[in-house]
């Protein structure tokens, strides 16, 4: 059985003290909410109010992306060591918008989710196909590229700390979200994929995420399909009853 995972995907919205009133609102909704791994993934400065707001809670930590060095001279960047250290166990990894507006290539991906990976962070790798690629029948042989260039040369101790996020990039921040009909084919495929690259045991244990206008009214639907186990949540992470609601839904 695979555990559901909802992660809430703050992009570049809250301040630190915006962020502590989100916590704030959001940890009573989830008093007493079991069989589900919560993550929250604000900007990085809100990284360390949001640790603090955390603690005690069953919610768990993660960052939106980091630089796969540990330290030195890339100005403007943040390292897996500095996540560590403010208890994120966990970071978003090639995001459709990492992708699209900052040149992330899947080779890039790759090198992060390596460094991840030897500091102990699970890794919350997206892909996803442009509507272009949907419309021209282009879906799966993209997203197979995405995840055999992103998850090159893991071995399965490595898959272990790997959640997929599957983000239709059409679905993401548009409203148009994809059918559970949709959503289930491109999941089942991806599964397929891993049992390739890996086998068939890693498959079965790996979490994949659906992304891409989640939000309470269409959750249960899309987490109901056998292969969604969990969402990577945007625009509705940012108000707490609907982000609630979806975590409940995952239950
Ligand atoms: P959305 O974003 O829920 O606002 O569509 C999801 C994401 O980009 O992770």
């Not at 244990?205 to 969604?228: C, F, H, V, W």
Request: with cysteine.
């Amino acid at each position: 059985m695979r555990k559901p995972i909802v992660a809430g995907n703050w992009k570049m919205n809250k301040t630190s003290s915006e962020a502590k009133d989100l916590v704030r609102q959001l940890v009573p909704l989830l008093d007493g909410v079991k069989g589900v791994d919560v993550v929250l993934c604000p900007p990085f400065t809100a990284l360390a109010a949001v640790s603090e707001a955390i603690t005690g809670t069953q919610i768990d930590l993660g960052a939106q992306n980091m630089h796969w060095e540990k330290s030195g001279a890339y100005t403007g960047e943040i390292s897996a060591p500095m996540l560590r250290e403010l208890y994120a166990h966990y970071v978003i990894l090639g995001h459709s918008e990492r992708r699209t507006y900052f040149g992330e290539t899947d080779d890039v991906v790759n090198t992060k989710v390596r460094a991840a990976l030897s500091s102990n962070l699970h890794a919350i790798v997206c892909v996803g196909e442009t509507l272009e690629h949907r419309e021209s029948g282009k879906t799966e042989q993209v997203v197979a590229e995405q995840l055999r260039g992103s998850l090159a040369g893991l071995n399965e101790n490595d898959w272990q700390h790997i959640i997929i996020a599957y983000e239709p990039v059409w679905a993401i921040g548009t409203g148009r979200t994809a059918s559970p009909e949709q959503a289930q084919e491109v999941h089942a495929f991806i599964r397929g994929t891993i049992s390739n690259m890996q086998d068939s045991a890693v498959a079965e244990s790996t979490r994949i995420q659906y992304g891409g206008s989640m939000k309470a009214s269409n959750a249960r639907e899309l987490l109901s399909q056998p292969d969604i186990d969990g969402g990577l949540i945007g625009g509705a992470a940012l108000d707490a009853a609907n982000f609630a609601e979806i975590v409940k839904a995952a239950v």
